[in-house]
């Protein structure tokens, strides 16, 4: 049964602390996204990865920054928390499949909540 | 600006009602439209368009691709309180994921 995991699904932090939020997945995916959702915007790309040390800005980019040091995990990274942060965050994965498979594979969401 | 725009935004049917859902899509470099249901979790995979005009079909649920109009619907019939969700629609444009705003519906007994 394929799986993304996420560190956290509910967490609350303070203005102006450093958070990290973490993705795992077990399908062996090149490439890796997170998303925040917010309610009538829809899911919003922030980063993604196609490969390891790899990473793309997404639509939203700025506060964030990521990681991606092995092939299976993805980190998000607000380097300095700010209210208009709080959001539900999702981390997806999709292979790289050159026959046009890209399903994407989310994990069950991080509520993150800045105070 | 690559954009997905998916109407409407809300609607609520009976059981048994059919339902519509559209999503309409300007991007460059189009591979594929996607469309997932979202309950109180994690989006999941419904189905992947990539030609015109071939439906896809998965119980009661179905979907079509017009690449000329670029937009694309999905058909819900003899709708069950069970198909209450916010429905996403995303276009791959070669590896970046643009979702729509998402179309909630609630089926009521």
């Known amino acids: 049964d394929v799986k993304v995991t996420q560190s956290s699904r509910y967490l609350v932090k303070r203005t102006g602390e450093k958070v990290f939020l973490e993705c795992v997945q077990d399908?062996?995916?090149?490439?890796m996204f997170w998303y925040r959702q917010d309610p009538g915007l829809g899911l919003r790309l922030i980063y993604f990865?196609?490969?390891?040390?790899?990473?793309e800005k997404g639509d939203i980019p700025e506060g964030y920054s990521v990681s991606r040091e092995k092939k299976e995990r993805f980190s998000l990274i607000l380097e300095s928390a700010s209210t208009n942060q709080t959001s539900m965050y999702l981390c997806?994965?999709?292979?790289?499949?050159?026959?046009?498979?890209?399903?994407?594979?989310f994990g069950p969401g991080t509520r993150l909540t800045v105070l | 600006e690559d954009k997905v725009v998916q109407s409407p935004l809300s609607l609520v049917v009976h059981e048994g009602d059919t339902v519509t859902l559209n999503c309409s899509y300007e991007v460059t470099n189009f591979r594929s439209l996607l469309w997932y249901k979202q309950e109180k979790k994690a989006p999941t995979f419904l189905f992947m368009l990539?030609?015109?005009?071939i439906e896809k079909k998965s119980g009661r649920l179905s979907s079509i691709l017009d690449k000329k109009e670029l937009f694309s619907i999905l058909n819900i019939t003899a709708t069950q309180t069970g198909d209450s969700a916010v429905y996403l629609c995303?276009?791959?444009?070669?590896?970046?994921?643009?979702f729509g705003a998402g179309t909630q519906v609630v089926v009521t007994p």
């Open positions: 990865s196609y490969d390891v040390k790899m990473k």
């Open positions: 995303a276009v791959d444009s070669w590896g970046k994921f643009q």
């Open positions: 997806a994965s999709s292979p790289l499949d050159g026959r046009g498979n890209n399903e994407q594979f």
């Open positions: 990539t030609s015109s005009g």
């Open positions: 399908m062996d995916h090149e490439n």
